[in-house]
Structures are given as C-alpha cells and as structure tokens.
C-alpha cells in the first residue's frame, strides 16, 4: 500500500526539478500559458494568462500540492489494485504530464491493472 504523504513528498521534489519553478507566465511547449511548477489554472479555476501577476514559490509548490492530490485520487481511481509509493509516484508523474484521460487508457494503467508490473 502506498504512503500517500510520501508520493507527495517524492512528487513535489520531481516536478519541481523537473518542470523547474517558473514565478511569472510562460508558455510551455504546448504554447499554453504556465506558471509555478507546471500549472495551467489557478486554484479558483481561472486560466493562466501571459499578463497574470508573479507569484512566490510557496503559492507554486501550494498548486503544485492541490494538483498532486486531485492526480493521486484519479490515479487510485483508475488503478483496480494496489500499489506501492514509487508505483503511485511514477503513474501520477505520468497522469501528470498526459492528463488523467490518457493515462486511464495507457498501457501503463492496463499492465498495472493486469499485475504485469515489470511492463
């Protein structure tokens, strides 16, 4: 069973190092506009614009945190057994980075499914 706080852990460290932390709008690969760590939206639901104030690395690693726990519950959700903290980790970064409807039809959820872990 997975330590929930600990993919937490484990998710905000990654992300961080791997999105880097970015305190104004940008435009990510995608040519969306981005702030913090990654984030498209603000907590209230508002997209990010190109003309949005700053904000300070504790307000992104705080949308990162919300974003992280909506992830851990779809991917649990999606998930039809049990897994462990580096599993969980490693299929929320991926629910991160393709969104939650691609990877609920990945291979990876249907060999995690299936208990075909080492694919």
Do not use: W
Not at 9 to 35: H, M, W
Not at 38 to 58: L, N
Not at 89 to 113: D, E, K, Q, W
Request: glycine fraction near 8%; charge should be negative; proline fraction near 4%.
């Amino acid at each position: 069973m997975a330590n929930i706080e600990k993919v937490k852990i484990i998710l905000v460290d990654f992300l961080s190092r791997e999105e880097g932390v970015k305190l104004e709008p940008y435009l990510c690969q995608a040519n969306v506009p981005t702030i913090g760590i990654g984030a498209t939206s603000y907590p209230d639901g508002r997209k990010v614009t190109m003309v949005d104030p700053p904000i300070t690395k504790e307000e992104a690693e705080q949308m990162l945190l919300r974003e992280i726990e909506s992830y851990i519950k779809a991917v649990l959700k999606a998930v039809n057994s049990n897994c462990g903290t580096n599993q969980l980790a490693a299929m929320v970064t991926l629910a991160y980075n393709i969104g939650i409807t691609g990877f609920t039809g990945s291979t990876v959820c249907r060999a995690h499914n299936s208990g075909d872990f080492a694919a």
